[in-house]
């Protein structure tokens, strides 16, 4: 499944429960799967704006900008 330009908003106070009483479950069972497009360091920032302006990232754009 790719979902693109979708804004789902508007319908949320419609689905939202049952969101999450079904897609948890559904993620840890592996059916349905996701990624994460993850970049390091505080200088990254501007590209990872960047690559989600122009649909150059691949999944949720996730930056470590310090790690604990």
């Known amino acids: 499944l790719n979902v693109n330009g ?13 969101f999450y009483k079904v897609m948890p479950k559904l993620v840890k069972d592996g059916a349905i799967k996701f990624q994460e497009d993850i970049s390091y360091g505080l200088e990254s920032v501007a590209q990872g704006f960047l690559d989600i302006s122009t649909g150059a990232n691949k999944g949720k754009k996730i930056i470590i900008v310090a790690e604990e």
Do not use: M, S, T
């Open 6 to 18: 979708i804004l789902v908003f508007r319908h949320a106070h419609k689905y939202q429960e049952e």
